[in-house]
């Protein structure tokens, strides 16, 4: 910026200089700071995603808590249950700051998921009929998650980048307790070790799907990936499926459990790994609400929400007095 001229005397095509010369420089932004409309809209999208999606995410581990093996694994998957419904919350509130300037507030969020107007992950929409599936959750789910939300570790956007911090650390331990499970039926008997496979055969295709399609820069599209462009985001989804793929795959292996998908192999001459693309057709049904347990995980969320109207306009009178 020149000297003695100040920030509101700029035109706009100044600011929006500005702005990327201070994310160029590696300058957290806050949410009391001049940014694009185009930078907020992809925060509160990504946010909202994401702080939706850990609550969603707790639903499908939820329905084992009465259901685990032991008092041990429930006493477990009970507080994972309640750190993802945190971690949601937090970022809600992340993203709540950012809607403020357009008239906007967490009761816009809900409206949007109870619309389908709001995504959450494709994961969160598939089935968790055993025990080898809350594993798989636990280990290979928040195993993805953990790569994918370590990459925004450095987000140009400051209260999403410290937020990341403490849901990392903690996703950390939960991974630790999937990987528990998995152990613990992969030693065991045959039909535990059944029960196991059968779980990586059905969450495998939402493994890949996870990370989302190919983006724009990978395909070769001349529309700039703007998450990247603002250093919201430092990979492609395809980059973070590879570093999923070179971290688990061979732990997968070690298990002695099969892949399925005959064709996965590290390429060394592109030192890439090939695998069996998904239908993305498919992909974009499930998160648009059309999954096979969608409809029952929106509708449970939906009457958790209506049934405890009266403790969040408790605490709004509270509030007001």
């Not at 700071?33 to 939820?62: F, N, T, V």
């Not at 990341?164 to 996703?171: D, P, Q, V, Y």
């Not at 192999?265 to 609400?289: A, P, R, T």
Request: hydrophobic share 40%.
């Amino acid at each position: 910026m020149q000297a003695g001229v100040q920030f509101d005397q700029l035109t706009e095509e100044e600011k929006h200089q500005h702005f990327m010369d201070r994310i160029n420089r590696g300058e957290k932004i806050e949410a009391d700071d001049w940014m694009p409309e185009d930078y907020r809209m992809s925060l509160i999208r990504l946010i909202a995603m994401h702080g939706i999606s850990e609550i969603m995410g707790a639903l499908p581990e939820k329905e084992w808590v009465p259901k685990a093996p032991s008092l041990h694994r429930k006493l477990a998957i009970m507080a994972k249950v309640q750190d993802e419904m945190g971690h949601g919350q937090l970022l809600l509130r992340v993203a709540e700051d950012l809607m403020a300037p357009l008239g906007k507030n967490r009761e816009d969020i809900m409206q949007d998921l109870f619309a389908k107007r709001l995504k959450f992950h494709n994961v969160f929409h598939m089935e968790a009929p055993t025990w080898g599936d809350a594993g798989m959750i636990a280990w290979l789910v928040d195993g993805a998650a953990i790569i994918s939300q370590s990459m925004m570790l450095d987000s140009s956007y400051g209260p999403y980048a410290r937020a990341l911090k403490r849901i990392c650390a903690e996703e950390v331990f939960h991974a630790q307790h999937g990987e528990s499970i998995i152990l613990a039926l992969a030693e065991g008997t045959p039909e535990q070790r059944k029960l196991l496979q059968d779980a990586l055969n059905r969450w495998w295709p939402s493994l890949i799907m996870f990370f989302g399609p190919k983006s724009a820069k990978e395909t070769g599209n001349s529309h700039a990936d703007k998450n990247i462009m603002y250093k919201i985001r430092t990979k492609t989804n395809e980059e973070l499926r590879q570093e999923f793929f070179t971290k688990y795959v061979p732990r997968i292996w070690a298990l002695g459990l099969t892949i399925p998908d005959e064709t996965i192999h590290f390429d060394e001459e592109q030192q890439l790994w090939i695998y069996k693309d998904v239908d993305w057709n498919e992909f974009k049904q499930i998160v648009s609400g059309n999954g096979p347990r969608s409809a029952n995980r929106l509708d449970l969320r939906k009457r958790s929400y209506d049934n405890n109207a009266w403790v969040r306009e408790a605490l709004a009178a509270k509030k007001a007095i």
